[in-house]
């Protein structure tokens, strides 16, 4: 049997139908990407919500939202909102890859796949934006990676799309239960969002983003 991990989201891909794209290939709605999916195309095995040490940010721009991407900072205070789905290894280096828009199966892929199970910490696979992977405990006897960037604390802050955090929100209401006021909250306490995006703006945007699927 192949080996299982847990892949930890907190961003876009806290929406069930958001990550699936990246397992199943296909176009999130409002997104500019294509993806290719998966060379496993089986879907999440289990899922289960979580909250990590660390904190969101939002930085770069994103060639599918446009606006700041969804970063995970485990230094910072407080706590992160997750959803963490059971896949194979193999899996998630392809959605890793996949992030960085290297093929599934492909060489980054492949090494990827052979690293996990030595990853006890953090590691950094590239320079890239998101091949830093950071290991979050076991669950149920499989491992808790995340993929976020290797140095968050020099990225330059970016106010997110409204697409983009609608599918936040959308997955954040899926993984959470929250209601709207407290997905606003959240959201506005974000470095790249505080400031940009005001409480009523979030939690109309909230709203938008529809009750969990």
């Not at 040490?53 to 995970?72: C, D, I």
């Not at 485990?74 to 960085?100: H, K, N, P, S, W």
């Not at 997110?160 to 209401?173: D, I, T």
């Amino acid at each position: 049997m192949r080996p299982l991990v847990w892949y930890v989201a907190y961003g876009s891909n806290l929406a069930k139908d958001r990550f699936c794209c990246y397992l199943l290939g296909g176009r999130p709605a409002g997104g500019a990407r294509e993806y290719e999916g998966c060379r496993d195309r089986s879907g999440p095995r289990d899922a289960w919500s979580i909250e990590a040490p660390g904190g969101l940010l939002f930085a770069g721009r994103s060639m599918v939202w446009g606006g700041g991407m969804a970063f995970y900072d485990r230094a910072a205070a407080g706590t992160i909102a997750c959803r963490a789905y059971l896949v194979t290894a193999e899996q998630f280096a392809d959605v890793a890859a996949q992030e960085m828009r290297r093929p599934p199966g492909g060489e980054f892929a492949v090494e990827l796949t052979g690293l996990l199970p030595d990853v006890e910490t953090i590691v950094t696979t590239g320079s890239g934006m998101y091949e830093t992977i950071v290991r979050l405990g076991d669950h149920h006897g499989a491992p808790m990676f995340t993929i976020t960037h290797h140095d968050v604390a020099n990225l330059s802050l970016a106010s997110p799309s409204g697409r983009y955090l609608e599918w936040v929100a959308r997955g954040l209401r899926e993984a959470h239960a929250w209601d709207d006021l407290r997905i606003a909250t959240y959201l506005e306490a974000s470095p790249g969002v505080r400031g940009a995006w005001s409480s009523d703006e979030l939690t109309a945007l909230a709203r938008a983003a529809g009750p969990a699927g």
